[in-house]
């Protein structure tokens, strides 16, 4: 069946470094677009940053611009964001999205805290 598990949340300190994964199975991982989402409490869920299937283009929100960069491995069928000089108001569950045409899965998110 598909799956998405996402990994590497945990609680870092303003300024510092944090590197997400995403690992996907039961589906063609390099045929779909992967997105990564986050939901801040009392918010609604925000789009971060997107992918195409062959890693070629990405793009972000502007609020994570030059911080959190999108990659993937399709041979591992992964994808990962990045995250530098993380702030407090990207506290969220982060959440892994793989979208095509009529196929959208997520997975179950990872929480990801920033505070001193």
């Known amino acids: 069946q598909v799956q998405l598990v996402e990994s590497g949340g945990t609680l870092v300190q303003p300024g510092g470094s944090l590197r997400l994964s995403c690992v996907a199975s039961?589906?063609?991982?390099?045929?779909?677009?992967m997105r990564w989402y986050r939901q801040a409490p009392g918010k609604e869920r925000e789009l971060v940053a997107t992918?195409?299937?062959?890693?070629?283009?990405?793009n972000y929100v502007a609020s994570v611009k030059g911080r959190f960069t999108i990659s993937r491995d399709n041979a591992k069928s992964t994808v990962y964001l990045q995250m530098h000089s993380l702030k407090p108001e990207d506290t969220a569950v982060y959440y892994c999205n793989a979208v095509r045409i009529r196929d959208n899965f997520w997975g179950q998110g990872t929480q990801v805290t920033v505070s001193s």
């Open positions: 992918i195409t299937p062959s890693g070629g283009t990405s």
């Open positions: 039961g589906f063609t991982f390099s045929n779909y677009a």
